[in-house]
């Protein structure tokens, strides 16, 4: 073990090799103790003045991995990559300091350990961050001795037969998120093999991996096969040359087919806000459990944000895979990650036949891709897990759930965590971000006092949101008692997204004709109601009401994004449209309308609406029901056909409701 001596006042950073700084694991307070013991760590001088630090940080590295790194001109530290470091503590490291590092960390791609063991970050059934993950011929591999060290291994790999306590009665993992002995998850709680799912036992079979798809190697093993593999040239002459090739930077590896890719839910809904929920919270430090960690809960201030996501690879997927048809997809991964490099299976291949070229030959032996950091996302895998298999049917549910267990989500209240993405969609869009009572970025709850009906009954709601707070006992929950105590819109804005030309799923003609109205109906009474009282009282800050009815087709995507910014309540048959609830405001009445043709019902938007601390009703007819009274999944046969009945009156009378603080 090696320290460096320091002073509290030598600002310093150190570059080792390639190798053996695994930073992101030092953000992961909670980390599974036995894969932490597999992290080697680097010091850090704790200075009140690390801030302007990494500007200063020049490299040089050498061919015999030696880096010296010059922070001041009075402090020179230089340092085989080899030597284990123990950190001190990351408290006052911004993340921008921490990427920064990481940054210069892949710089030096050559070293002496140019075979770091994997090291595992954070994990939901579905949901894999490593770091180090290696692959060479389409096989992951995790590079770990603990794996074969580890005695008594009771459940075999790649089998069905585990302990069955463990499992419900369809395979699901009921310990949500178990991990072995050997501080690793099982193999089929992370991938499969990346086949479509249809609902036979032949098709689940299918889908569970085989050790092609992944496998853990000992070190010794790796070492052997792509650390120091001796080549003879043809002359005879032999020498020794390392086989791993670095991916640098962060990526996003997307296991699952274009199956569900395609649509818009379920690649912005689903994939990206448990990609978004997962990795914005596994860098970022728990929240402690205390009733004075209640702001961080109703924060959607981000300032101190998660590393970029450098690549997705859709492994799966061609080019058209991911897209849908009306485009949404391709405008949200253009419009939120901006510099995001997309992979598609053409090119992952082309990485696997990279790695086979001099097998191929019989020259040189294979190559071994390292990702330094690596998200690996499985749909069957998450399917697997108890939230996400049995209870939710949705894989972003099981990325969310175990980040608000381990207390991380940050501004669950209010999609603080989905913020990031929410506000660059709104941007990108022309969304004007202080108008319209779109939120600012600010905290919420505690401008409570300044929105459209403060008072007394703010103060209730929050002295409530502060004993559900200290009864959970930090385990923190979105509900309604929570969205209570965010502030009023400052307009009250109804959209109803129409499906009535599209090609299914549609009302009856004179139901959609008298939900119109109906709603036209209760605006405009409002309308008048509030000129009636501002007439008596103008200082009263009462919101103005506005419906609109919205044919997707017939609006570009930012006039749809921009539509859906200003949404207090969203209303429509189920079905894609309802997806851009998540750009919808956290307000306190914000809520979504779901007509279903009873007694259908479906978990998509409940559950999204829910995550986002957005109050859900699923609508039959002229019934509503709501968490937690939720009814039971159904596709009945009238689900997808034409003549869903919804009673106009009663939606609108919901609105109201809800609008006044009834419900
Ligand atoms: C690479 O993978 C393919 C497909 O699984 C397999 O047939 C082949 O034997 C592998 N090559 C080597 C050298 O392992
Ligand atoms: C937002 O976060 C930053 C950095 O964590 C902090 O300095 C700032 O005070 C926060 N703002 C609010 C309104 O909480
Ligand atoms: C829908 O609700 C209305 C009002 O209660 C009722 O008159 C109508 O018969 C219902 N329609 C269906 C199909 O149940």
Redesign the pocket.
Known sequence: MFRFALTRRDAFLVLLGASSMHLWSLVLQGLNPSAAEEFSVVPFGRTSSSSALLDTVTTTSTTTTTVKMATTATSTITQKATETQVVESLEGWSYAQIDKLAELQFLNTRSDDVLPQTGLIAHAPGWTLFRNLYMT???LYIVTDKHFSTPSRSRPEYSRERRPEFYGPKGEDLTYGYTQADGWPEIRMMTSTGLSAVNSPENIASREPIP?NMQFISVKEARKRWGEVVLTDEHGKKRTESRVWIVQGNSLLVNEPSQFLRHYYHLVAELFLGVQAFWHSAFTPAIPKSESALPVHFSTNHTADAPPIHRTIFIHSNADGWRDGPGFNRYFLRAAFPSLTVEHEEDWQDR?AAS?EG?KDGSSG?RVWRFPVALLTDRSAAHRGGICGSETQRIAAEAWDHMRKEGKLRGIHVGGWWAPVREAIWKFAGVEIQAGGVIDGEQVAFKVGTNARAGKEDDAHLAHAHAVAEEEKGVVDVGEETQAALPMPSEIVITYISRQSARNRKLTVDDHKLLVESMDDLVKRKNEERKVALAKSPKDTIPPWEFRVLEAEHLSKDQQVQAAARTTILLGVHGNGLTHLVWMKPTRVSSVIEIFCPPGFAHDYWWTARSLGIRHWAMWNDTARTWPDKPNVDYPECFQQNAIPVHGPAVAKLVEDRIDGKL
């Open positions: 011929n389409d096989t092609q696997v086979m097998v294979e």
